[in-house]
């Protein structure tokens, strides 16, 4: 079996999340391959072939693929898919854009979101926003999935010593085309791939309140996020809302603050390692989900949180 | 221009999922079935092109059993002027659905294929871009603004750490977000017209649509259960906690 990973990267450094497709290629089994698509990605050409247990990095890089468009990147993968037996694809906005496009024109279709490799060609999923987890088995002759990151442990950064073959077919659909874009900028980790997350509810009152959470997230080296009621509430933007609508995290501590734990907020949180609740309200769903739960009022339980770390 | 809405028969987003006891699929027996959100959010948008003066036609498509037909009434009730049923068994592979939909847009001739990015039934996220593979048009997925420029589109796309804006050329296929608007509630009076609305039923060989297959079910779980932790009674508790016990804090 041979495996092909599309990478996930800003053209300078691979996202993390490339790390967690690599193990769980491992877990298929087989020779993997990486494809980095992008312009002027040379340094993340480079951090992919550093990357432990790789074969080979195949690196296409034009101004058609600077932002990864799904028309263009489809095509290339489609014209590299010869011989692999799985394409794997982050489940990230990236990669559920492009995954599908690559299925259909291999004339296959694609399993979404894996969180579990059984056997080769089976694995699990979850349906229903979580509330069910099925296995599924693809009889497909080529197998093209999206992984789901936080569900599989980050393979070794360095080690690796892939060779890097240029590739320069150059695909470029004429009737679409980049106009901008505008990215959060944070000194934090990115939300989905934080080994802590601070978040914030209903609860916070206000936008200003979660300088807060800030605070203590400086500390903890955490990402911050949000329940869907505080981004509905326009305390924050809406790429911190985390929960079945929003972002799907698993870190190793998650901190819900005066978040009361509706179903879709439990959805995008619960395989969290170790989970803490502080909210007043000591009836919250929340709590039933929490392995530490505090029932005190947030304004007093947070700063003094933060001193204490 | 012409809008062409592809719409799915769900289970109710309020209603608890229960696993059947024989692990073999989901409980959908007596389950309260409603239009998918995300397909409502793409019904409103139509509508709403067509009360700008930007489209002159809706025209809303669903494939599965007859049972779907009550989603394409819910969907003229919103402002769609006509609907077509593609009878199928429901839960349909995607790439199979995308096949049909690229058939039914073909006979239509129409400009802009509006979607709902998932279903929150499979979850898949995968029958617009495919669609759009199928037909070789350009996809806009995950939208939360969709702005008519002549022919062409400029659409924002919601994507992992902020905001993404594409041109498309018309014909172009779009999946909506869930900030893209607010659906609104039908009317009692447009519930009474829209029975009157025409319904036509096709099937997916007389569209002349190959079907896939390819992924087979094997059991369905209910996912591991968490157990509640305990309650501390003060902050010092809770970071002597997170130090000594889990060891998750330094």
Do not use: W
Not at chain 1, 19 to 45: K, M
Not at chain 1, 131 to 144: E, P, Q
Not at chain 2, 96 to 108: D, F, N
């Amino acid at each position: 079996m041979s495996i092909l990973i599309i990478t996930e990267h800003d053209n300078q450094s691979l996202k993390p999340v490339t790390l967690s497709l690599v193990t769980a290629a491992q877990q298929i089994g087989g020779d993997i391959d990486l494809l980095v698509a992008g312009e002027n990605a040379q340094p993340a050409a480079e951090a992919a072939a550093s990357i432990a247990g790789v074969r080979k990095v195949i690196h296409a890089d034009n101004a058609a693929y600077a932002h990864q468009l799904a028309e263009n990147v489809s095509k290339l993968v489609v014209e590299l898919a010869e011989g692999y037996t799985h394409i794997l694809a982050p489940g990230t906005t990236t990669g559920k854009n492009l995954a599908p496009r690559v299925a259909a024109l291999l004339g296959v279709n694609q399993l979404s979101d894996i969180i579990a490799v059984e056997a080769a060609d089976t694995f699990k999923r979850p349906i229903y926003a979580g509330n069910a987890i099925a296995t599924v088995k693809s009889a497909d002759a080529v197998k093209v999935i999206t992984v789901r990151g936080t569900a599989f442990d980050a393979a070794e950064a360095s080690g690796g010593s892939a060779t890097v073959e240029a590739c320069d077919s150059v695909h470029q659909h004429a009737d679409v085309s980049f106009v901008g874009e505008e990215l959060a900028k944070s000194d934090r980790p990115e939300l989905t791939a934080a080994s802590v997350v601070i978040s914030g509810g209903r609860g916070m009152g206000n936008g200003e309140n979660f300088d807060m959470l800030n605070k203590v997230a400086d500390k903890l080296g955490a990402a911050v996020g949000a329940s869907r009621a505080a981004v509905d509430a326009g305390f924050v933007p809406n790429d911190m809302q985390v929960g079945q609508t929003g972002k799907m995290v698993a870190p190793e501590l998650y901190i819900a603050v005066g978040i009361s734990g509706a179903i879709q907020h439990l959805a995008g949180m619960k395989d969290s390692k170790i989970i803490v609740a502080i909210n007043k309200d000591e009836e919250a769903p929340i709590f039933q989900v929490a392995d530490y739960g505090l029932v005190a009022d947030l304004f007093e339980a947070v700063p003094e949180l933060e001193s204490r770390l | 221009m012409k809008v062409l809405v592809a719409v799915k028969r769900v289970i109710d987003y309020n209603v608890k999922v229960r696993v059947k006891s024989d692990r073999s699929d989901v409980d959908l027996a007596n389950v309260k079935m409603a239009l998918n959100p995300f397909c409502e959010i793409a019904v409103e948008e139509a509508v709403r092109l067509k009360e700008a003066g930007t489209a002159e036609e809706v025209v809303v498509v669903s494939i599965g059993s007859k049972s779907c037909q009550e989603q394409l009434r819910t969907a003229l009730a919103l402002g769609a002027d006509r609907a077509i049923q593609v009878d199928a068994q429901d839960q349909l592979d995607s790439l199979s659905v995308a096949r049909i939909l690229q058939k039914v847009a073909e006979e239509e001739s129409a400009d802009l294929i509006l979607l709902g990015k998932q279903a929150i039934d499979s979850d898949n996220n995968q029958t617009g871009q495919m669609l759009a593979a199928l037909m070789d048009r350009p996809q806009a997925t995950f939208a939360s603004e969709v702005v008519v420029e002549g022919d062409a589109l400029k659409v924002t796309r919601e994507i992992d750490g902020g905001l993404q804006t594409l041109s498309l050329k018309l014909p172009a296929i779009v999946t909506t977000d869930l900030r893209l608007n607010e659906p609104r509630y039908a009317s009692l009076p447009n519930i009474m017209k829209a029975k009157r609305k025409p319904l036509d039923v096709k099937t997916p060989d007389e569209l002349g649509a190959q079907l896939a297959g390819g992924v087979e079910l094997l059991s369905v779980e209910p996912p591991a259960e968490r157990q509640a932790g305990i309650k501390v009674g003060s902050v010092e508790e809770l970071v002597d906690k997170l130090r000594n016990e889990a060891k998750v804090v330094a």
